[in-house]
């Protein structure tokens, strides 16, 4: 049963990342619950940090998502992945006072890709927010699946596993204030059915800290990138996936491009930000810049997806290439999906980042 459980509820992890479920609802069809009694994300909310760290659990569907490109105290280059996800299973008011009582379940997705070997190392955890498993707590504020924990305390934000690889102990420091995504905080994703989602970036963090791989630990020092997000709703039925790339521009600056493909029927949509060297920002809107795919990548799974971008942004003069660290570095636990550390180069800047490409 568990294991059954654990197919049914990890095939979200495809669409949670930018907060919708494809396909058949699988938490819906266990809980009894329709999405119609959880809030949508709505124009004119007031997002900030640390306040909107905390849960949002009157939505369906939220994340705490890291990234960054780090460097070893062995002169080697590496990137990682930290994701807490939360998904409502029951939004009305829990009355039963019983421990096992299981209204949400979290679930966290890890990964370390190493740049000298070419390795990809990945994790997962599952638990519901019962006996302990899983859940939060206000102050300090600590997210928390099994042994994956996110905690932000005294201004920096904290980043633990303490089992298994890949394994991460690492300390976030802000160095930049908060960009609110789309209009406020108020990020659309459909303009045909209204799908939206809160959606606030911390865009340049200093990190320091370790990685822990088979077999060895890591020192390592760089840069990461969180993203914030909650939402109730879905994908639209005119729309496949996604192509979503955050870059730490070598220059200060960080710059978010999103494609979400549309089907024949419908067009592709875009959505975008940077952030500039002084911590102010721009929202991109979907004529400021384009994200072109080029190329093939032949992933594990046999699924195909584009092998390079063309990144322009000509209010910025950026012209970049973007090209995988290395081609493996899809993720396979039950979902399938490619996220992956990348380079880029080109024109007016260059950088290092993340890509995730969805629905292929």
């Known amino acids: 049963m568990k294991r059954s459980l654990l197919f049914c509820l990890v095939t979200l992890l495809l669409w949670v990342p930018l907060g919708w479920a494809a396909g058949p609802d699988a938490a819906s069809a266990l809980s009894g619950e329709t999405e119609a009694c959880y809030r949508k994300a709505e124009p004119g909310a007031t997002l900030s940090v640390p306040a909107d760290l ?58 370390i890709s190493s740049e000298s070997d070419k390795s990809f190392h990945t994790g997962y955890r599952m638990e519901r927010q019962s006996f302990g498993l899983s859940g939060w707590h206000k102050e300090p504020l600590r997210i928390w699946v099994a042994d ?43 303009p045909a059915s209204g799908s939206a989602s809160h959606y606030l970036t911390l865009s340049r963090l200093k990190t320091r800290g370790t990685l822990r791989l088979p077999g060895r630990v890591v020192e390592v020092t760089g840069v990461s990138w969180v993203d914030r997000e909650w939402s109730t709703g879905s994908l639209g039925s ?6 979503w790339l955050a870059l730490h521009l070598d220059d200060g600056r960080d710059l978010m491009v999103c494609r979400v493909r549309g089907t024949k029927a419908a067009p592709d949509y875009y959505f975008g930000s940077i952030s500039l060297t002084d911590g102010s920002y721009r929202v991109l809107g979907a004529g400021e810049f384009t994200m072109v795919p080029y190329g093939v990548l032949n992933a594990p799974s046999g699924r195909v997806y584009p092998g390079r971008w063309t990144v322009s942004v000509p209010k910025e003069a950026i012209v970049l290439t973007v090209t995988p660290l290395f081609d493996n570095q899809e993720h396979g636990d039950g979902v399938t999906y490619w996220e992956g550390a990348v380079t880029a180069r080109g024109k007016g800047a260059s950088g290092r980042g993340y890509l995730e490409m969805t629905g292929y």
Do not use: M
Not at 86 to 111: I, K, M, Q
Not at 171 to 183: A, F, I, S
Not at 238 to 243: F, V
């Open 238 to 243: 005119d729309q496949s996936g996604w192509d």
């Open 54 to 111: 905390l849960p949002h659990e009157d939505f369906r569907t939220e994340w705490w998502y890291v990234t960054g490109n780090l460097k070893g105290e062995d002169g080697k280059r590496y990137g990682y992945q930290f994701t807490i996800f939360r998904r409502g299973l029951a939004c009305d008011a829990d009355e039963t006072g019983v421990s096992w009582s299981a209204r949400h379940l979290y679930f966290a997705h890890l990964a």
């Open 148 to 190: 994956v924990s996110f905690v932000w305390d005294a201004g920096q934000i904290h980043l633990e596993t303490r089992h298994g690889e890949p394994g991460f102990s690492l300390t976030l420091e802000p160095v930049k204030p908060p960009v609110l995504q789309g209009e406020g905080g108020f990020s659309v994703k459909d």
